[in-house]
């Protein structure tokens, strides 16, 4: 029974291209959140994401950030023109539902740009 | 809104030694409580949780008790390894309304031999 799984699991880019990173929630689960973890810094809140909603995006950068997760394939965050302030790990979440407490993390996607 | 206050790290301790990484929250209602821990170039695991006054997580050695009096979830371990040396995060899931996930900045564990 796969876990969560983002990928890739590295992902390099120059300054002003686009970054895509995906995350796969595990079976079952309908719930998905994105934390972003700058160097040196702890978790930080983006967004929290259920199939073809997003109900809460109070922690994603009002510009080039975007996430979705619709009802068939993986959730996606996107972050267009990308700065050098953007590399971080960024990791994905899911949960079986709201209260449930089962959260299972992925292993991260490691944006580095260049 | 909910908080999360851990203690500041780096902790850098001998192995053998006992650990304590303090935890406290403020929180609308009840939140469930967690420890996370983030080994080198690994994600997030669940290390252990509680989800109610005056329960007990353990898990690995590790243990922590839900002090609603005192807003607490202070981790501990009796006698800490080289392979403890982690990042690790308290959290805290409030219920009410929708879902939050609340991190503490995260304390690095170095175990010396």
């Known amino acids: 029974n796969a876990g969560v799984m983002q990928n890739p699991r590295h992902l390099v880019r120059r300054r002003g291209q686009e970054a895509r990173l995906r995350c796969s929630p595990m079976?079952?689960?309908?719930?998905v959140y994105w934390y972003r973890q700058l160097p040196e810094e702890g978790l930080k809140f983006m967004v929290y994401l259920q199939k073809e909603n997003i109900i809460d995006e109070s922690g994603m950068p009002k510009e080039r950030f975007s996430a979705e997760f619709p009802k068939e394939g993986p959730s996606i965050l996107r972050i267009q023109q990308v700065v050098r302030g953007d590399s971080a790990a960024y990791f994905c979440?899911?949960?079986?539902?709201?209260?449930?407490?089962?959260?299972?993390f992925g292993s991260g996607t490691r944006l580095t740009v260049v | 809104g909910d908080s999360v206050t851990q203690m500041e790290g780096p902790v850098t301790l001998s192995e053998e030694a006992f650990l304590t990484i303090n935890c406290t929250y403020t929180a609308t209602g009840y939140p469930s409580l967690f420890w996370y821990v983030q080994y080198p170039g690994e994600g997030l695991q669940l290390l252990l949780k509680a989800t109610k006054a005056d329960d007990k997580g353990s898990n690995k050695g590790f243990e922590a008790t839900y002090r609603k009096e005192t807003t607490s979830f202070h981790l501990e371990k009796g006698s800490v390894q080289v392979s403890d040396s982690a990042v690790y995060f308290c959290l805290s899931i409030s219920n009410f309304g929708n879902e939050k996930l609340t991190f503490g900045t995260g304390t690095r564990l170095t175990i010396i031999p």
């Open positions: 079976k079952g689960h309908s719930h």
């Open positions: 979440a899911s949960s079986p539902g709201a209260g449930a407490g089962g959260y299972t």
